[in-house]
């Protein structure tokens, strides 16, 4: 059974850094088939996808282009997992945020329970 | 991006009922169209793929359809369980984009 457990904190100041960690069972941060995604989600902006990250030999990163240059996503073979840093976040990042595995034929199947970050002072 | 429009924006039913809820994408996705139903303060759970595979365990009062850019859930026989907020999301492309939601209530 595939899960996902997210961690990281539901508090991050203004223009600071916003971490969470998705930590895979059931599954390989390398599969070859699927690939592993930070969705957020907020009664202003709705569903957002903001990243994800494959490994085909090597890896490959994608970025919503409206965080380009904010937003980075890392695989930790190591650990099975994969992480978000999200830079100079502002109150319009507070979000409920979602780590979700895409499946090989591209569906979403598999989410984290979701973490809520309020971005505050 | 892909914009995905979804309406209505809400609907209210009774248990027993057929509805249908609609999305159109604003260029084609081909059939890489999901959607997902969500309770609150839960996950979205993947209910249907490729416009119209029934994700296993889901039951087959939910169905979906695809017409070009035009695709539809429609849901028969309302259950209890069935009243909640749906999703629909095109996979085609990044950055992968969602509809706004269908909040389906008890009338």
């Known amino acids: 059974q595939i899960q996902l457990q997210q961690s990281g904190p539901g508090l991050v100041r203004p223009s600071q850094s916003l971490s969470l960690t998705c930590a895979i069972s059931?599954?390989?941060?390398?599969?070859?088939?699927?690939?592993w995604n930070w969705i957020r989600q907020s009664p202003s902006r709705g569903l957002e996808w903001l990243a994800k990250?494959?490994?085909?030999?090597?890896?490959?990163?994608d970025y919503a282009p409206s965080l380009r240059g904010r937003i980075t996503i890392n695989p930790d073979t190591s650990r099975n997992h994969f992480s978000l840093v999200l830079n100079s976040v502002t109150p319009e990042d507070t979000a409920v945020y979602y780590c979700?595995?895409?499946?090989?034929?591209?569906?979403?199947?598999?989410w984290g329970q979701g973490t809520l970050v309020t971005v505050s002072s | 991006d892909i914009q995905m429009t979804q309406s209505p924006s809400s609907l209210s039913a009774s248990v027993g009922d057929r509805v249908t809820i609609t999305c159109r994408a604003s260029?084609?996705?081909?059939?890489?169209l999901n959607w997902f139903q969500q309770e609150p303060g839960k996950a979205p759970k993947l209910l249907i793929y490729?416009?119209?595979i029934l994700q296993t365990g889901v039951p087959s009062r939910f169905s979906g359809s695809a017409s070009g850019t035009y695709f539809t859930l429609t849901i028969t026989n309302l259950q209890p369980e069935d009243f909640s907020t749906y999703y629909c999301?095109?996979?085609?492309?990044?950055?992968?984009?969602f509809g706004q939601g269908t909040s389906l209530e008890i009338k």
């Open positions: 260029q084609s996705v081909d059939r890489f």
């Open positions: 490729e416009a119209s």
């Open positions: 059931g599954d390989s941060v390398s599969s070859s088939l699927a690939s």
């Open positions: 990250t494959y490994y085909r030999s090597k890896w490959f990163f």
């Open positions: 999301q095109q996979a085609s492309t990044t950055p992968y984009t």
């Open positions: 979700v595995r895409l499946s090989g034929n591209g569906v979403l199947d598999y």
